[in-house]
C-alpha cells in the first residue's frame, strides 16, 4: 500500500491559469513534505517544502498547503508557464527518509 | 559544477554480468542515497548512507552492495543482473542540521538495461 499518493497521473492547464497538484499521505510523522520537479533525462529537482508544523508555505509562483487532519496537501502554481510542463512528485520526510508518490505529469498549453 | 554527478549516465549490459555505478557529490553533505525508478515510475529508496555508515537499507536483493569510501562517494555494485534490474538509478544526497528543510539533491540518474 502506498504512502504517500498522488491519484492524478496527468493534468493539462492552460498557460496562465493556477494548477493544482494534489498528494495525500498515510503516515503522520513527519517532519517535511517536499515538492520535486523532474524533466525528462534529469534528476528531480526541488521546488518548495512545508514543515509538518505549519499549513502553508510560499515561494514566488508556488505555494504549497497542508491540510493535516485530512493528510492531504497540494501545490499550487499560479500563473502556469509553459517551462512549468513536468512531472511533480511529492515526498514525505522523516528523519532521514524520503518517501516519494508516484508523480503527476503537468502539462502546460500555451 | 555539478553538485550531485553519477557515472555512467547510460549503461546496457547482459545477464548475469556485474556492473557498477559511481556517485559523487561536491555539497559537504552528510548523507547519501541510492533511488531506483522502475518502469512504472516510482521512485523507491534502496540504501541511504551517514557518514560512511548504513542507515537505511530497504528491502533490496543482496546482489545490490553499495560501498561508501568516503562521505563524498556512494557506489553501488550490481552482480549477476537480471532483466527486473533494468531502471534508472539516481543517486541523491542531503545535508543535516542547521538550516535544513529537508531538500534531497539527485543526480542526473544512470538508465541500466539489461538484456
Known amino acids: 500500500d502506498q504512502q504517500v499518493k498522488q491519484n492524478s497521473p496527468s493534468l493539462s492547464v492552460q498557460e496562465g491559469r493556477i494548477s493544482i497538484l494534489n498528494c495525500d499521505y498515510t503516515?503522520?510523522?513527519?517532519?517535511?513534505f517536499l515538492w520535486y520537479k523532474k524533466y525528462p533525462a534529469e534528476g528531480p529537482t526541488f521546488l518548495i517544502s512545508i514543515s509538518s508544523i505549519k499549513d502553508k508555505n510560499e515561494d514566488g509562483r508556488f505555494t504549497v498547503f497542508l491540510n493535516k487532519s485530512a493528510k492531504h496537501l497540494s501545490l499550487h502554481i499560479v500563473p502556469s508557464q509553459p517551462g512549468d510542463s513536468a512531472v511533480y512528485f511529492c515526498?514525505?520526510?522523516?528523519?532521514?527518509?524520503?518517501?516519494f508518490g508516484p508523480g503527476t505529469r503537468l502539462s502546460v498549453l500555451p | 559544477d555539478t553538485a550531485v554527478s553519477q557515472t555512467p549516465k547510460y549503461l546496457v549490459t547482459q545477464m548475469g554480468n556485474d556492473k557498477s555505478i559511481k556517485c559523487e557529490q561536491n555539497l559537504g553533505h552528510d548523507t547519501m542515497y541510492w533511488y531506483k525508478q522502475d518502469s512504472k515510475k516510482f521512485l523507491k529508496i534502496m540504501f541511504s548512507?551517514?557518514?560512511?555508515?548504513?542507515?537505511i537499507n530497504e528491502t533490496v536483493p543482496n546482489r545490490f552492495s553499495p560501498k561508501s569510501p568516503d562521505k563524498a562517494h556512494l557506489n553501488l555494485h550490481i552482480n549477476s543482473l537480471e532483466l527486473g534490474d533494468s531502471a534508472v538509478y539516481f543517486c541523491?544526497?542531503?545535508?543535516?542540521?542547521?538550516?535544513?528543510?529537508?531538500?534531497?539533491?539527485f543526480g542526473e540518474g544512470s538508465r541500466l538495461t539489461v538484456l
Open positions: 515526498a514525505e520526510n522523516y528523519g532521514q527518509n524520503f518517501v
Open positions: 541523491a544526497s542531503s545535508p543535516q542540521g542547521g538550516s535544513y528543510t529537508g531538500e534531497l539533491f
Open positions: 503516515n503522520s510523522m513527519f517532519d517535511y
Open positions: 548512507y551517514n557518514n560512511k555508515e548504513l542507515i
